[in-house]
């Protein structure tokens, strides 16, 4: 560390931020580390500034913290194996692990993690661990760097592949402990002299690495994996010194005495440290394997595919069921009630050979005396170097139907925990047939890392799986089930969800039947995806909704949204199409903000165009006055609402999907559910489209002059009995005798309600017949009617209550020049096929 670099913000740890050098030597740089401190019990005691930038987490929050909590390095905590007895015999015991801090593996560990996270994308990250010992707490020293940083090497160096090596190279200008000891608390603040000393101490003595770039070919000098009695390679070297040294000029000594901290390059550690490349490059290859899709079984797919053929030969993970339905975290530990589900199985044997022992997809219930039920309940790893007959016979014994000694017997086996936040999700059965090297320590230590950072991203797809069922079924419950027939019109709708991570977005469609035989319709497209869209499309939609019922005019209407909008939050933004469907007038009132322009089908011709409306700013935006448009149409046209899903295209003008949609939607269909199929084959066809979809089509049927009566009434008691002769009257020309006492009467208490509180004018009542008999009554009151509890004694009160009981449903609305109570009246069955077959028609 150079004397004149500050220790300030721009230190990740202890490591100052020094370009690698260029020249012929291809000098060594430096990278930025954070630096951890882990205890006996696995908690953090020290969190540097640098690990605070690399994992997200201040000091604050992760000291007494688990570190597998924390950071992707639960392989460097160890593992346990499987312990049987069998004639009184303990079996199973590996190397001995007396070194061991707490379970932590004697020899010191390395390794690449890739975290994915949904807001900040995929994070790199290289990490080495290193035991400490001695009387205090501290147990594990944990190095880290951002991966990414290899990267801005290469790019530095011209494009040629740089070598990361952890180690303590002739170039460090801390050549003793005690300097290093004095400046180890600048490094990591909030240490002490003789706590820094202790451990600087034994990083010298072991050869414990600050991180080196360097672009030379050798093998990087990395602590021995696997080695745990370093202090027989420290006395080897110390005898290739004395030798050395006792034989003079002429005593042939090979080499020189390699400097501090520096590992001796005799053939042993040249064998090691190949090893542990090897195992390096195989983690590093299924880092980059897994990890690039939030998709739960692909994931599986591909972590259980990397184990074979090069680190197994047999392969199966298994999930525990809740995660596999993404129904959230799972509650407490594992037992023997507990499902797991065999997602994937692995092999290099004849294709098929093991379906029928062990099926992919299979549910199973683990027997409690087996090592997969000791690894799901421990949650460390459980290694049988070999499964010798007798214990394979005992291991399949315990399963019910189920012959494993075929698969088993004379493999070695290692079971492996897939772990998030210290809960088992699932786990990795690996083996090892005959005639390979068994599995020892190493390939224990090698496989629980294989499977931590396999559980990272397990557990990223399980919380994204689990979030995306709760707002796919937060969206679901809130679109609307449309009614496909309402009065003078029929609709079809399409929701597709995106395609993108995410997928579940804002969206919505809905039909909102008003007063006067109208008919709302509307689209629109809340910005962003996620859960958050969902539930902000969920408001809007109930705005929409309730102010429609208030039968606001379309602009009025958009004005109160986008107040709401405002009021709720500054990132409530979306766009929003709602027109108003007259079909008595046939006529739409339509008003736009921020949306693609619908399009309409001429009935007469064929011929589709872009309605030319005044765009308007989104709802949320604020201050921007909105415009209703009227365009005249003509039954038997059909209107094509949509989202900007649809249409868009990355990387295509938005102008040849529109004109797309127009071109499609003019295709003659022969039903609505046609004609809406149409649309998405030819728009949905092309490449790139990422975002959901909501299509909402109205064909506008328009209402026959034939099937409307109007009459004026004027503010007198007696027009009420002149109302139900008039209604009668009509109703028998068109044929609906038993249709008529319960229409007078109903009509009867309606108008004599209206005349009794009109003020000035008269009073309006009209009968339209479509698939039902719809009776509407204006006056110039605004006050609506309520449905009150009447006494027995009352004079007041059961109008509407008679209207409530015979009608099939009734209702009431305001406008400017007063309200109209309405309400709907079923017409005989037979009536109502033959008028529903002659508007089809």
């Given at each position: 560390?150079d ?6 913000d721009d ?13 012929g ?9 954070a ?8 908690l ?9 930038r690399?994992?997200?987490?201040s ?12 950071m ?12 049987y ?10 190397p001995?692990?007396?070194?061991a ?13 890739r ?5 900040h994308?995929?994070?790199?990250v290289l990490w080495w ?13 944990v ?8 990267a ?22 801390f ?9 180890l608390?600048?490094?990591?603040p909030?240490?002490?002299?003789a ?17 080196e770039?360097s ?29 050395a ?10 080499g020189a ?5 520096v ?7 040249d ?8 195992r ?6 299924v880092?980059?394997?897994?990890g ?8 599986i ?5 990397a184990?074979v053929?090069?680190?197994?030969d ?8 809740q ?11 594992p037992d023997?009630?507990t ?9 290099n ?13 299979e549910?199973i ?5 087996t ?14 170097p070999?499964i010798?007959?007798a ?5 399949s014994g315990?399963f ?8 088993i017997?004379?493999?070695s086996?290692?079971i ?10 699932g786990?990795?059965?690996l ?6 090297e068994?599995?020892?320590d ?9 499977a ?5 991203v ?6 994204y799986?689990?979030?995306?069922n ?18 003078g ?14 997928r ?6 809905d039909c909102?039947?008003?007063?006067g ?6 689209v ?5 995806h996620?859960?958050n869209?969902?539930?902000?499309m ?6 929409v909704?309730?102010?429609a019922?208030?039968d ?15 009021r ?20 739409l ?6 949306h ?7 009935a007469?011709?064929g011929?589709?165009e ?16 909105f ?18 899903g649809?249409?868009?295209?990355r990387?295509?003008?938005i ?11 003019a ?8 004609a ?9 066809t092309?490449?790139g489209?990422k975002?959901d979809?909501?299509?909402l089509?109205?064909?506008l049927n328009?209402?026959?002059?034939a099937?409307v009566?109007?009459w004026?009434?004027?503010l ?10 008039l209604v ?14 319960t ?9 004599t309600?209206?005349?009794r509180h ?11 017949r ?15 009617p ?10 007041t ?23 109209t ?5 079923t017409?005989p ?8 077959g002659?508007?089809?028609?």
């Amino acid at each position: 560390m150079d004397r004149g670099t500050s220790h300030g913000d721009d230190e990740l740890g202890g490591v100052p931020r020094v370009p690698a050098q260029r020249g012929g030597s291809g000098g060594p740089g430096r990278m930025p580390l954070a630096v951890v401190v882990i205890d006996v019990d696995g908690l953090v005691t020290h969190w540097s500034s640098g690990a605070r930038r690399l994992f997200g987490r201040s000091r604050e929050e992760a000291v007494g913290c688990r570190a597998v909590d924390l950071m992707p390095v639960s392989g460097a905590l160890g593992g346990e194996e499987w312990r049987y007895e069998e004639g009184g015999h303990e079996h199973g015991r590996g190397p001995d692990l007396d070194a061991a801090p707490a379970g932590a593996p004697p020899y010191p560990t390395a390794g690449r993690a890739r975290m994915a996270d949904q807001a900040h994308g995929q994070v790199d990250v290289l990490w080495w661990a290193y035991p400490l010992v001695g009387s205090g707490p501290e147990r594990l020293l944990v190095l880290a760097a951002d991966a990414s940083a290899l990267a801005e090497a290469e790019r530095a160096g011209g494009g040629e592949r740089e070598r990361f090596s952890p180690g303590f190279a002739l170039h460090t200008e801390f050549p003793g402990a005690d300097r290093l000891a004095g400046r180890l608390p600048d490094i990591l603040p909030n240490m002490g002299p003789a706590r820094a000393g202790r451990i600087v101490a034994q990083i010298l003595e072991l050869g414990y690495p600050v991180l080196e770039i360097s672009r030379n070919e050798r093998v990087p000098v990395t602590p021995d994996w696997g080695m745990p009695r370093y202090r027989e390679r420290q006395a080897r070297q110390e005898a290739a010194r004395r030798a050395a040294s006792a034989g003079g000029e002429g005593g042939g000594a090979q080499g020189a005495p390699s400097a501090p901290g520096v590992p001796y390059a005799t053939e042993d550690t040249d064998l090691e440290y190949a090893a542990v490349r090897e195992r390096l490059e195989f983690l590093n290859e299924v880092s980059g394997r897994i990890g690039s899709s939030l998709d739960l079984a692909r994931t599986i797919r591909e972590v259980t595919s990397a184990a074979v053929p090069r680190f197994a030969d047999f392969a199966g993970t298994h999930l525990r069921a809740q995660v596999l339905a993404g129904e959230g975290f799972p509650d407490g530990p594992p037992d023997v009630t507990t499902i797991w589900h065999r997602v994937w199985v692995e092999h290099n044997d004849e294709p098929g050979r093991w379906d029928d022992t062990v099926p992919v997809g299979e549910a199973i219930a683990f027997p409690e005396h087996t090592p997969f039920f000791q690894c799901m309940v421990t949650g460390e790893p459980v290694l049988i170097p070999y499964i010798d007959d007798a214990l394979g016979d005992r291991i399949s014994g315990e399963f019910e139907k189920r012959d494993l000694r075929p698969l088993i017997n004379g493999r070695s086996l290692l079971i492996v925990p897939l772990k998030a936040r210290d809960v088992v999700l699932g786990f990795m059965v690996l083996m090892r047939r005959a005639g390979r090297e068994r599995f020892h320590d190493m390939d224990r230590t090698t496989g629980a890392e294989l499977a931590a950072r396999a559980g990272l991203v397990l557990d990223n797809s399980r919380m994204y799986t689990y979030q995306e069922n709760v707002a796919e079924t937060l969206q679901d419950s809130m679109l609307p089930q449309v009614t496909p027939r309402m009065a003078g019109c029929d609709t079809a709708t399409r929701y597709l969800p995106g395609t993108r991570l995410g997928r579940v977005g804002g969206d919505w469609f809905d039909c909102v039947k008003l007063s006067g035989s109208r008919t709302a319709l509307v689209v629109g497209d809340v910005m962003g995806h996620g859960l958050n869209s969902a539930a902000m499309m969920g408001q809007l939609r109930i705005a929409v909704q309730t102010m429609a019922a208030l039968d606001l005019p379309p602009a009025q209407l958009m004005r109160g949204l986008d107040d709401l909008a405002q009021r709720l939050g500054e990132h409530y933004l979306a766009t929003c199409l709602y027109a108003v469907y007259d079909p008595i007038r046939s006529e739409l009132l339509i008003s736009n903000a921020g949306h693609i322009p619908p399009v309409l089908v001429r009935a007469e011709d064929g011929r589709s165009e872009l309605l030319d409306l005044p765009t308007g700013a989104p709802i949320g935006v604020g201050g921007v006055p909105f415009e209703t448009a009227r365009i005249r149409v003509s039954p038997g046209d059909r209107l094509v609402l949509c989202t900007d899903g649809l249409v868009e295209v990355r990387g295509q003008d938005i102008g040849d999907g529109l004109a797309a949609l127009c071109e499609s939607a003019a295709h003659p269909a022969a039903s609505m559910d046609d004609a809406c199929d149409t649309i998405i084959r030819a728009l949905n066809t092309r490449g790139g489209r990422k975002d959901d979809v909501a299509l909402l089509m109205a064909r506008l049927n328009g209402i026959p002059a034939a099937d409307v009566a109007q009459w004026r009434l004027a503010l007198e008691p007696r027009e009420v009995g002149r109302a139900r002769r008039l209604v009668g009257e009509r109703l028998l020309q068109w044929g609906l005798p038993e249709a008529v006492e319960t229409a007078q009467l109903l009509v009867s208490e309606v108008v004599t309600n209206a005349i009794r509180h009109a003020h000035t004018h008269h009073v309006v009542l009209r009968l339209v017949r479509t698939d039902a008999l719809l009776w509407e009554v204006f006056d110039d009151d605004h006050e609506l009617p309520v449905l009150l509890s009447a006494g027995r004694n009352d004079e007041t009160g059961r109008g509407l209550r008679v209207v409530d009981a015979l009608a099939r449903e009734w209702g009431g609305s305001r406008s400017a020049d007063g309200k109209t109570v309405w309400f709907e009246q079923t017409l005989p069955r037979p009536e109502r096929a033959a008028h529903a077959g002659a508007n089809i028609a």
